[in-house]
């Protein structure tokens, strides 16, 4: 079975300092992965997803992942944060034996004046 | 930009009660889902619904949930007999195209669900 570790619980980060989000997945195969945003009282909101291709994928806000299968990584970089990126990240995996994503645990996002 | 829309946003329920969170996915989607969020926790997978019956569930779901469209446009989950436990944030999700991850999974705002 699949699974997504999101080391960081918490980071905080300047305003307009860069940012990574670590997260790392463990599958046999290929798997699917996605990056949501969740802000207080919102639902969750695709960021980015990588299906197979280019291995660094842009999404929106101008957030970009690189899926390094070496590593059995897909961290989230963005080179300058803003104060309204403040939300909670969550990573998911998914794979091509039935449509169930599995989440990370989900990592905070703090954004500093 | 089309979206899932779920209703109740909150909901406050007495142990024992039964409840039912309304969904309704983008229109052209085939596939359906329920996923929860329990305070503090990870988002977990409930059950996925395509061409009107259940195609995967979680070991979550067991006998007091279940899920229906009733009609063309909504798909509700229902819990029969609500347990202190079964308090959490509930999301409806829907996707298009064919069986396999790949296909983006679009999710709605939540029903926070209170079990007291």
């Known amino acids: 079975a699949q699974s997504v570790t999101q080391p960081d619980i918490h980071i905080t980060v300047s305003e307009g300092a860069s940012l990574e989000l670590r997260c790392n997945y463990s599958?046999?195969?290929?798997?699917?992965l996605f990056w949501y945003v969740q802000s207080p009282g919102q639902g969750l909101q695709l960021l980015l997803k990588y299906f197979s291709g280019d291995t660094l994928v842009q999404g929106i806000k101008g957030f970009e992942a690189e899926f390094k299968r070496s590593q059995s990584s897909f961290n989230l970089r963005k080179p300058s944060v803003h104060w309204s990126d403040a939300a909670e990240y969550f990573c998911a995996v998914g794979t091509n034996a039935g449509n169930m994503l599995t989440f990370g645990g989900g990592t905070r996002l703090m954004v500093k004046p | 930009e089309p979206e899932v829309t779920q209703t109740p946003s909150h909901q406050v329920t007495q142990m024992g009660q039964e409840v039912i969170l309304r969904c309704v996915p983008i229109?052209?989607?085939?596939?359906f889902y329920w996923y929860r969020q329990i305070l503090g926790q990870k988002v977990e997978f409930l059950v996925s619904f395509y061409n009107n019956e259940i195609s995967e569930k979680s070991e979550i779901f067991d006998d007091q949930f279940s899920v229906e469209r009733p009609d063309g446009s909504n798909f509700t989950l229902k819990i029969r007999s609500t347990k202190l436990e079964d308090s959490a944030m509930y999301f409806c999700?829907?996707?298009?195209?064919?069986?396999?991850?790949?296909?983006?999974?679009?999710f709605g705002e939540g029903s926070w669900l209170t079990v007291v």
């Open positions: 599958y046999g195969a290929t798997p699917y």
């Open positions: 229109s052209n989607h085939l596939y």
């Open positions: 999700a829907s996707s298009g195209g064919g069986k396999g991850a790949g296909n983006t999974i679009y």
